[in-house]
């Protein structure tokens, strides 16, 4: 009988043998009780980070691959945009090691191969969003914890292909032989995973599918207006009736991009 060890990381061993070698933070969202630009009034009544998470494939992972690999999945948008500003992953590092990813974006799939085809087999079509560390959990080769990445804008009815690449640790996830793509929703999203690739954005290394992601996403849903901005000014938000004693009124500032009209930083002001 071939016990889970004996499959685990079945891909690297699969690989090897081919080888030709690669900030939003939680909180408690206060009521926007009137947001401003300047000393015009926008609107009322807003959430400013209402985020919600997608969970995808529940299992253990079974499988894995190295440091320098990528996995692929698709983010598909309901009936609103949104923007997936946190996450977290399962990957071969040991407990409370700290390792890197990179994060990529294509507008449509990033599901196909084999290796020489396929979105993931060229660069072509793909943005870097941007490299984070991550903290891994308690566990060896278990989860991550869960940690801020550059925010994924998913319009609504599109479909958005992300990459993440690892360094300093190889990703885990679930699946061997070549199952079929799983997808899992919610009202919001829907995730399609996925593939896994040793040599990410080339025509070579090895191709593995479909291997699922191991892990969530933590989003918000980009209701209320868009806030458009030439210059990259800041804003002014008034937040009211915010958690104690009485009514405070506070002021935060956030830097709008000139190019995408989306927000990208924050602080208190």
Known sequence: MISD??????????AQKHSQVTD?????????????VGNTTLGSGYNLLDTLTLTANPNSPNNGGAANWAIFFDLVGGAQELS???MNTASTATAGATFSVEIFTRSGTALGGPVSSGPGSSSAGWTSLGTVSVLQGPVNAGMSEIFNIPAITVPAGDTVGVAVKFTGAGPR????????YSTYSDANVSLTTGDARSVPFTPSGSFFSSREFCGSIRYF???????RSADGLHVRILLTGQPGAGIRVTQQ???LSPIHNRLVQQNLW
Do not use: W
């Open 173 to 180: 996830y679930y699946g061997t032989g070549t199952p079929p």
């Open 221 to 227: 849903v980009n209701a209320g207006p868009v806030l």
């Open 5 to 14: 060890d004996d499959i685990r990381d079945a891909d690297l061993k699969e």
């Open 84 to 86: 997936v500003v946190q």
């Open 24 to 36: 939003f933070k939680v909180y408690t969202p206060p009521v926007i009780q009137t947001l401003m």
């Open 253 to 255: 500032k956030i830097r």
